[in-house]
């Protein structure tokens, strides 16, 4: 006689209800919990002419089996369908609670709610960065805007990464990158970035083809891991494509040849220099430094330097010149102390 497999699929709906997940089955049980109680107040006060309160009290009672008397004598059709709804409606009510004592057992409850808080939280966002992939490359990116407070979210299919991602209070989602469902969960309509770092040249190009399709404004940063992966990545639509191998090596020979200019841009590290510091300012239109000129505006700023200069689709220009008149939605790249640029935001507001 064959041995049972417990692992075999139970045939027909059985089946499908055993394999979804506690979350999908409490959901389940709670929708045919509320559709029993709207038919149960429904019939009653159809086929026993009650109130609404007195409909909906006889359901509650009936379904959970507290055995209080009846609100009045039922009739024959009365009794009938009352025996119907307990049959129906003390099984619905007994699977609720054995789900929900599965999640408080296996402690999924908490998980699920956060869950839900966090896909509500996502789908607010607007002009955030998605982070595709949480290793080595994708957590320096990640902890680098969060310490800005830049709004993202980060995608990785590893459940063990849900601590540390939890940890950094960083919205994210547990899934594939490359499925279309997982990116417009994480709002790639709305968003105004997208790193793609996953340790997958073939990965990192199909999800820069869709991240593409799905948001033409968007701008890709992804990551290459061979020459060939990142021709591949420019060809699909990334707007830059960052080896880190390539850049580790250059920055590793700089240090060896330029080992000055080196330590200088270490020290004016965006948001990290101690005394210097090189920061991206744009000009509000409402500010009072629009139609001012750079010399002016670096003569009555001590200790600081405009260096370059963007202006709409223009390329950027490199020192400009002294008599350049700022405009409207410039931005600036400038360098100086940071008393400087402090009173230099201080004055533009923005």
Do not use: W
Not at 36 to 63: F, K, N, P, Q, W
Not at 64 to 73: H, L, Y
């Amino acid at each position: 006689m064959p041995k049972p497999n417990p692992d075999a699929r139970l045939p027909g709906p059985l089946g499908s209800i055993a394999e979804m997940s506690p979350a999908r089955r409490f959901v389940l049980a709670l929708a045919g919990i509320v559709s029993l109680t709207a038919i149960g107040t429904t019939g009653y006060m159809l086929i026993e002419r009650m109130s609404l309160i007195d409909a909906l009290y006889m359901t509650v009672i009936t379904i959970s089996t507290v055995g209080f008397g009846e609100v009045k004598p039922l009739s024959a059709a009365g009794k009938l369908f009352t025996m119907g709804l307990i049959v129906f409606g003390v099984g619905n009510a007994f699977y609720l609670l054995a789900v929900v004592a599965e999640l408080l057992i296996e402690g999924r409850l908490r998980e699920y709610l956060g869950v839900t808080a966090m896909q509500r939280k996502i789908h607010e966002l607007q002009e955030h960065v998605i982070i595709c992939g949480f290793g080595r490359f994708g957590r320096v990116v990640a902890e680098e805007l969060l310490r800005h407070s830049i709004p993202l979210v980060v995608i990785d299919p590893d459940p063990a990464k849900h601590e540390e991602l939890s940890r950094l209070d960083a919205l994210h989602l547990l899934g594939d990158a490359t499925r279309d469902e997982v990116l417009e969960q994480a709002g790639i309509a709305q968003a105004r970035a997208i790193v793609v770092a996953t340790s997958s040249d073939a990965d990192n190009v199909y999800i820069t083809l869709s991240a593409r399709e799905k948001n033409r404004s968007l701008m890709i940063h992804a990551r290459g891991e061979s020459e060939g992966g990142m021709r591949r990545l420019k060809l699909a639509g990334a707007d830059q494509v960052i080896s880190a191998y390539q850049r580790g090596g250059m920055r590793v020979a700089a240090t060896i040849l330029r080992p000055s200019v080196v330590d200088f841009l270490e020290l004016a590290a965006p948001g990290r220099g101690t005394e210097v510091d090189l920061e991206q300012l744009r000009i509000d239109p409402a500010s009072p430094l629009v139609g001012r000129s750079i010399g002016a505006l670096e003569k009555e700023t001590k200790k600081l330097r405009i260096v370059a200069l963007k202006r709409n689709n223009e390329p950027i220009s490199l020192i400009p010149e002294p008599d350049t008149l700022i405009h409207a939605s410039d931005y600036l790249v400038v360098i100086g102390d940071r008393a400087s640029l402090k009173a230099l935001v201080e004055t533009i507001g923005k």
